[in-house]
């Protein structure tokens, strides 16, 4: 039962997400929609897949993904915030 509501918290998670990334008109603003995502969505998502499959083969690879997702998460954001305003506002030279 619990796994089920995980799941399910994480799957609307991530559909709340993708909505917000079609919704916002800037590529800023959409940037405040990945991180959900990439943390919370996939956080109770691999905690569901955890708690069915228990600390076998599964269950370890379930939590290396977990941990690169939230590790990985923020720095993927920034370097794409980084991007976008350098391809905004280029220097004329």
């Known amino acids: 039962m619990l796994t ?3 799941l ?10 993708c909505i917000g990334l079609f919704i916002m008109p800037t590529a800023y603003a ?5 991180s ?11 905690v569901a897949i955890l708690l069915k499959e228990g600390f076998n083969q599964q ?7 977990i941990l690169l997702l939230i590790l990985m998460g923020p720095i993927l954001t920034h370097a794409t915030a980084r991007t976008i305003h350098i391809r905004t506002h280029k220097r004329k030279t």
């Open 4 to 6: 089920t509501v995980l």
């Open 36 to 46: 959900p995502a990439t943390s919370l969505g996939a956080l109770l998502i691999g």
């Open 59 to 65: 269950g370890i690879k379930t939590i290396v993904v």
């Open 8 to 17: 399910f918290l994480g799957i609307a998670i991530e559909c709340l997400s």
């Open 30 to 34: 959409r940037l405040h929609y990945l």
